[in-house]
């Protein structure tokens, strides 16, 4: 049976990030997706030009829509924008034991604000503990850990930090500190262990909604049952292949192509999961 999957998450009206974007990989990645969002965004390529956040309470409703009916096999949030909502929507989550992956959305690439600078505390407190994973870019992880990133030893500590609030896994992504020829996504697990994900980077500024599509495979990869750690790596192809193939859409950061999984990587494995 086809594997259910839930994104908590903005919308973006450009179609490239947040619910859209989540929608799309998990169609692509053959699982079932369901949403529940958490504010509209008038949204293009060149950037958001104003937020309308959705009531809390409706958020927990339309999760509680979803729990009520479907057997949810992993779920993502994207951007919450309030400490309110974050708290809400902790609340309803803490006690359903669904593998829960994390990205902490908090500013656009065009640098609108996707979360309020007095919510970082709640998702430190109620959001952190209860992640599975944790997908941070290094300005997210600096605000987060407080820790100013400008060498390895710099991404050690903040790595620490973040594990320390409670998530299993945190994936510190992109990180180009050595190597500007490199995406790498370090990967740090609460026993110690470290991975580090390494493709070409790409020279294109079609980058918009990366970071969602990325944790939104990693959710699909999840709920189909592969290990975290294979869910990162096929997730890293996912997203390798949709930059690669940019679609030339829009007047700004473009979007990145779904269908360049299906048509260039995945040619027989998505049957393993
Ligand atoms: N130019 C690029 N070339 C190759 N991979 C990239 C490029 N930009 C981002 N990625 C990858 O896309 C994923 C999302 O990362 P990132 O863009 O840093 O997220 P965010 O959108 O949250 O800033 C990561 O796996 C990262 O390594
Ligand atoms: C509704 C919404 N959610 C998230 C992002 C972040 O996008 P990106 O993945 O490019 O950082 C966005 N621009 N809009």
């Not at 057997?71 to 803490?94: H, P």
């Not at 930059?243 to 192509?257: D, M, R, V, Y």
């Amino acid at each position: 049976m086809i594997s259910v999957t839930m994104t908590i998450a903005g919308s973006d009206s450009g179609g490239g990030a947040g619910i859209q974007a989540d929608l799309k990989t998990f169609q692509e990645l053959k699982t079932f997706g369901t949403s529940s969002i958490t504010a509209l965004t008038a949204q293009n390529t060149l950037g958001v030009q104003d937020v309308f956040p959705v009531e809390a309470s409706f958020i927990v409703k339309q999760i509680n829509a979803i729990l009520e009916d479907f057997d949810v096999k992993a779920i993502k949030t994207g951007m919450l924008f309030s400490s309110t909502i974050i708290r809400e929507v902790s609340n309803r989550l803490k006690d359903t034991k669904i593998p829960l992956i994390i990205d902490p959305v908090m500013i656009a690439k065009g640098g609108a604000t996707l979360l309020q600078s007095d919510a970082i505390d709640a998702m430190i407190q109620d959001l952190f503990p209860i992640a599975t994973i944790i997908t941070p870019n290094i300005p997210e992880a600096e605000a987060i850990s407080g820790i100013a990133i400008k060498s390895e030893d710099d991404l050690q500590l903040a790595a620490q930090k973040l594990l320390s609030f409670g998530p299993q896994v945190v994936i510190l992504k992109g990180g180009h500190l050595s190597d500007e020829s490199e995406a790498i996504d370090r990967v740090y697990f609460q026993d110690g262990t470290t991975l580090n994900f390494t493709a070409k980077r790409l020279p294109t500024k079609d980058t918009h909604g990366t970071g969602c599509t990325f944790s939104a495979a990693i959710t699909a990869f999840i709920a189909r049952g592969f290990s975290i750690e294979d869910a990162i790596s096929e997730a890293k192809k996912y997203i390798h292949a949709a930059i690669s193939h940019g679609l030339n859409l829009g007047h700004g950061h473009g979007p990145t192509n779904h269908f360049a999984y299906n048509d260039h990587v995945n040619k027989e494995m998505v049957s393993n999961g």
